[in-house]
């Protein structure tokens, strides 16, 4: 299988050495991985202003996110996924984690991005791995981890026409030399 990445994460990858990605539950480097994958960097991912799962549209090879009729993601990786959204016991050839966990809601595919380290993409049968749900590939969405080493924050507000308020904020707390909390909300309202 060929190993892809975007040219910010290659640009990286020359800068700081080696992309680590979890495709098979563990860390490796991206050119180690034997397994079709597209990793995109945050500042990949804020560069190109990619917010929720639909935005991935054009960026990664053989993915396919569309809407369909009933408030649901239809996501399909070369061509594999979730084709019957009016059935909500089918279920998804094509699935979606966040840090590893299978989210089994369709609806949940329209969630905002928020605080994330990476996207992992990978393209082909995941099942061994990742499960049944797994044919066509998966996409995990990981989180950033807590950091004891300072704190931190940011905050964003968009406003638009209708009311429309997206606020989001992020902290990290050290709270001892092994134990820290890093929480994210978000307002959105329209």
């Known amino acids: 299988p060929s190993q892809v990445s975007t040219a910010s994460a290659g640009v990286l990858a020359e800068q700081t050495g080696d992309i680590v990605v979890t495709a098979e539950k563990r860390e490796t ?3 180690k991985a034997p397994l079709a994958i597209t990793a995109l960097t945050a500042d990949t991912l804020k560069q190109s202003n990619i917010t929720q799962l639909i935005d991935m549209n054009g960026f990664v090879p053989g993915l396919t996110v569309a809407n369909s009729g009933s408030f649901v993601r239809v996501v399909s990786i070369r061509g594999i996924g979730y084709e019957a959204t009016d059935n909500l ?3 998804p050839g094509t699935s979606f984690h966040i840090d590893g966990v299978y989210i089994v809601s369709p609806y949940a595919l329209q969630q905002d991005f928020l605080d994330l380290q990476r996207v992992e993409v990978l393209r082909g049968p995941q099942g061994t ?3 049944q749900s797994a044919t066509g590939g998966i996409v995990n969405a990981v989180t950033v981890r ?3 080493q300072s704190v931190e924050g940011t905050a964003q507000v968009e406003l638009g026409n209708y009311d429309f308020v997206r606020a ?3 902290v990290n707390l050290p709270i001892s030399d092994t134990l ?3 929480a994210t909300v978000q307002r ?3």
Request: proline share 5%.
């Open 29 to 31: 480097t991206l050119q």
């Open 129 to 131: 791995v990742f499960g």
């Open 188 to 190: 959105y309202k329209r």
């Open 89 to 91: 016991s089918a279920q």
């Open 180 to 182: 820290a909390v890093r």
């Open 168 to 170: 989001s904020g992020t």
């Open 146 to 148: 807590p950091s004891t």
